[in-house]
């Protein structure tokens, strides 16, 4: 498989736990039996057994990078699941999502939330994932459900999925401020506010830090 070069301003290294620090101790225990409640924009508000959601047609396993917004990229990781383009059009006739939805949030069992433009989550790519390298999800790799949105920084792939909400308007989530609407990598779009050049030097400078955050929790 030929490298796929690396988007500006990132360096490779191994998946590893991470994300704001302030979620670094909620590590949620995995359900036995995981669901998802789906809410917002929708006739029919509903819950569906993850186990359902992860078994509907299109399940594949899907390469891809992930690329944090603090300068690090782990290459080459194995999804497995179901595209969120097939989840949607499960939920879209199920849960009668409205015409006027134009965002989705996603939010975790570890209370984190972020949000995508609803035509960013159903390109292709964009996944509803149980495995990675051929075996279930941990806790620690964001288990039992995980979003896998590789056309965006990592702050949009949330952990530990048990809801979604479909929107008609945008909602920072978890992140903020700190958020971009669309948080695309090719376009560098790191947070709203100043160039994705500029948000370089700034998060590398805070990377051994978050990590420290994140390694003290795991011990």
Same mark, same amino acid.
């Given at each position: 498989m030929t490298p796929t070069p690396l988007p500006p301003g990132q360096a490779a290294a191994p998946l590893h736990r991470f994300g704001l620090p302030r979620f670094a101790a909620r590590l949620p225990r995995v359900p036995d039996d995981p669901a998802v409640? #789906?809410? @917002?924009? =929708? /006739? /029919?508000?509903?819950? !569906? /057994?993850a186990a359902d959601l992860t078994a509907l047609p299109g399940r594949a396993e899907h390469r891809a990078d992930l690329h944090c917004v603090t300068t690090w990229s782990a290459l080459d990781l194995r999804w497995t699941g179901v595209p969120f383009a097939? =989840?949607?059009a499960h939920l879209a006739e199920r849960a009668g999502v409205s015409a006027r939805a134009r965002w989705v949030a996603f939010t975790g069992l570890d209370g984190y939330r972020a949000t995508l433009r609803l035509d960013d989550a159903l390109v292709a790519g964009v996944v509803l994932a149980d495995s990675l390298d051929g075996r279930p999800l941990t806790a620690a790799e964001g288990g039992p459900l995980r979003l896998a949105a590789p056309a965006q920084y990592g702050y949009k792939s949330v952990k530990h999925v048990y809801a979604i909400e479909y929107l008609t308007r945008y909602d920072a989530g978890s992140a903020g401020w700190l958020a971009h609407p669309r948080g695309r990598v090719d376009r560098e779009? +790191?947070? $709203? !506010? $100043?160039? @994705?050049? #500029? *948000?370089?030097? %700034? *998060? /590398?400078? $805070? %990377?051994? +830090? =978050?990590r420290r955050v994140y390694y003290s929790s795991a011990v």
């Open positions: 409640t #789906v809410t @917002g924009a =929708v /006739r /029919r508000p509903s819950q !569906y /057994r097939a =989840v949607h779009e +790191r947070s $709203l !506010y $100043l160039p @994705g050049r #500029v *948000w370089r030097p %700034l *998060w /590398r400078a $805070l %990377l051994p +830090r =978050v």
